[in-house]
């Protein structure tokens, strides 16, 4: 099974000397996602920085970068509240 690496970056790097084995890279993805929302949550800054100027960075293992996932990307809008249905006017359709 292969494995990859998840290195967080910003304008410092912590990289990840260890790295999981994985199925294939749509499941380091899965995994990179994961790293960062759990990140996002438990830390809401890391090394003093918002987390939204962090990202990790996938590698395989010859440690060439495969993919990069943003946090920000991860965050999802604020749903917005849904109006509610109109109901019409007793007096529409009326004509005087």
Known sequence: MPRYYFDLVDDIKILDNKG???????????????FAR???EEKPTLMGESHLAWAVHVSNGRFERIFRIPFAALIEPPEQPHSAPRVPDDREGISE
Not at 20 to 34: C, F, I, N, Q, W
């Open 20 to 34: 999981v084995s994985l199925p294939d890279s749509g499941a380091a993805r899965e995994y990179a996602k994961t």
């Open 38 to 40: 759990e990140l996002m």
